[in-house]
């Protein structure tokens, strides 16, 4: 009998499905590119789901996938090539309510060309200049991350926010917006 009562208060420790799984721990990656061409333009990705502008990505980090290899895919999937990338940013969104928090690099990546030497043959992208842009963006905290990247562009960011709530369409009145950390530089020595 003390055994059975032993196994059952110690069964809880093995069992997988009450367990934290290492899937649970990780934080997913989600680059965000600032694609910018020889007029200083900004690109911008308009989202059919959500009838959005965002800064381009192609999705999360999976497998594995260099950073370089990332940025090239991005660039094939977009249409352009590219001369140089920087890292400018390194943010972290955390959702209330889900045990989950997104790491969100934004990279500045300078185009050096149309890939078919003419234009996009995806209509969803489009050129702002940087005021447009982030004025077209309707989510806080990617349109806070790009005015502070154009502004300050000598500089590696970041900042932490808590932003949910979206819909389809966006509807800007219903995204609840919170700067847990305000924006500070990684890459300045005390």
Do not use: C
């Amino acid at each position: 009998m003390r055994f059975l009562i032993s196994f059952l208060l110690l069964l809880p420790l093995f069992n997988d499905a009450a367990a934290q799984t290492k899937a649970d721990s990780i934080s997913p990656i989600f680059p965000k590119v600032v694609i910018i061409n020889n007029k200083q333009e900004v690109l911008l990705a308009f989202d059919n789901n959500r009838k959005a502008y965002e800064l381009p990505s192609i999705g999360f980090i999976e497998g594995p996938i260099s950073i370089r290899e990332y940025m090239n895919r991005t660039a094939t999937e977009i249409g352009i090539t590219y001369k140089s990338f920087r890292l400018a940013g390194m943010f972290t969104y955390i959702y209330p309510n889900r045990y989950r928090t997104f790491i969100r690099p934004y990279f500045v990546m300078q185009m050096e060309a149309y890939a078919n030497a003419q234009g996009f043959s995806d209509s969803s992208y489009k050129w702002f200049s940087p005021v447009d842009a982030v004025k077209a963006i309707p989510y806080p905290a990617s349109a806070q991350i790009l005015q502070k990247i154009i502004a300050q562009p000598g500089y590696v960011w970041a900042a932490t926010f808590e932003e949910y709530g979206y819909t389809n369409p966006v509807d800007p009145t219903k995204i609840k917006f919170s700067v847990l950390e305000e924006f500070y530089k990684l890459n300045e020595m005390p």
